[in-house]
């Protein structure tokens, strides 16, 4: 288990979270997979992605208009 300190965007918010994949993450924060973009040195991770310890990963909320 990794873990990993997560940088909310918008608004900066930043949580400590342990969590052994991307996914795990996703789960742990309670959002919706579809809704954001979880990044790692500006690259996208899928969701089966390892994460590493000590490492920032970055969570972009995704917004659309109509």
Request: proline share 5%; glycine share 12%.
């Amino acid at each position: 288990m990794a873990r990993v300190t997560v940088r909310m965007l918008p608004g900066g918010e930043t949580r400590t979270v342990e969590a052994e994949r991307v996914s795990d993450l996703i789960r742990s924060l309670g959002l919706d997979d579809e809704s954001y973009v979880i990044l790692r040195d500006g690259k996208p991770l899928l969701p089966g992605d390892r994460l590493r310890d000590g490492e920032t990963i970055v969570v972009v909320r995704v917004l659309s208009g109509g």
